[in-house]
């Protein structure tokens, strides 16, 4: 960090909101240590007049082409985007994940991304689909978007009390297998070759850095009135 307009006989104290993502030295060097944001605040004292200053500072996780961590998880870098069905960009921040797994006969392709801030994760979808339907009465056989989270990431074979389990068709319909509806919200839009899904999901405890959640996620493609097929990630 460096401060313009430096004073003489005013003293400097540097210091890193978390010591773990990123620390700070008495010259104002940050150094990274692990992905996570945190905020540098420089307290400024002269003739016993303090004032500070912040930074946020956001560390990345290096990621594989295909989005995935060392340990093949999906990342969530910390930004607020607006969820309207616009691409922000702040998106730019989050690695694109491409999912692992497709299912059934399906051309429909879709990448993923996740970010996080005080109110929640977000999760971006952009899905390749030339043939959208709602026709069917099944949510799940309706051209949408599924989500499972696992807050705690205790993987029990039932839902716990913090799991959840939300869809919205590409025409922004919701439907609730599990899980309180206000806590998520989206917005979606058709696009040239598809569709974009914006997503907020509110959490129970309050997101912090290097947090680990369970999560899959699923595009669901609908012809008709017929599912063919699923595209997903299962990870954390
Ligand atoms: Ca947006
Ligand atoms: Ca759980
Ligand atoms: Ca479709």
Redesign the pocket.
């Known amino acids: 960090m460096e401060l313009s307009n430096e004073q003489e006989g005013a003293s400097y104290q540097w210091r890193s909101s978390d010591n773990a993502v990123a620390s700070v030295n008495e010259k104002g060097l940050v150094k990274a240590l692990a992905p996570g944001a945190v905020t540098i605040t420089c307290t400024i004292t002269k003739n016993k007049i303090i004032r500070t200053c912040t930074a946020e500072v956001v560390v990345k996780a290096a990621v594989d082409e295909k989005g995935f961590d060392s340990q093949g998880r999906m990342v969530a870098n910390f930004g607020s985007?607006?969820?309207?069905?616009?691409?922000?960009e702040v998106?730019k921040d989050a690695p694109v994940v491409t999912p692992k797994y497709v299912s059934g006969n399906t051309n429909t392709s879709a990448v993923f991304r996740a970010l996080w801030d005080d109110k929640g994760l977000y999760i971006l979808v952009q899905v390749k689909d030339k043939n959208s339907s709602a026709q069917s009465r099944t949510p799940y056989m309706q051209d949408s978007f599924e989500l499972f989270l696992d807050e705690n990431n205790d993987k029990t074979r039932d839902y716990g009390v913090d799991d959840l389990h939300f869809r919205v068709n590409y025409e922004n319909t919701q439907s609730i297998d599990v899980g309180n509806v206000e806590r998520f919200y989206t917005?979606t839009k058709m696009t040239a070759d598809g569709y974009v899904v914006?997503s907020r999901v509110a959490l129970k405890s309050i997101p912090q850095n290097g947090k680990v959640l369970g999560i899959e996620l699923q595009i669901n493609d609908a012809v008709g009135t017929e599912r063919v097929g699923t595209i997903y990630q299962q990870t954390t």
Not at 81 to 88: E, T
């Open positions: 985007p607006k969820v309207d069905g616009i691409i922000d998106w917005y914006e």
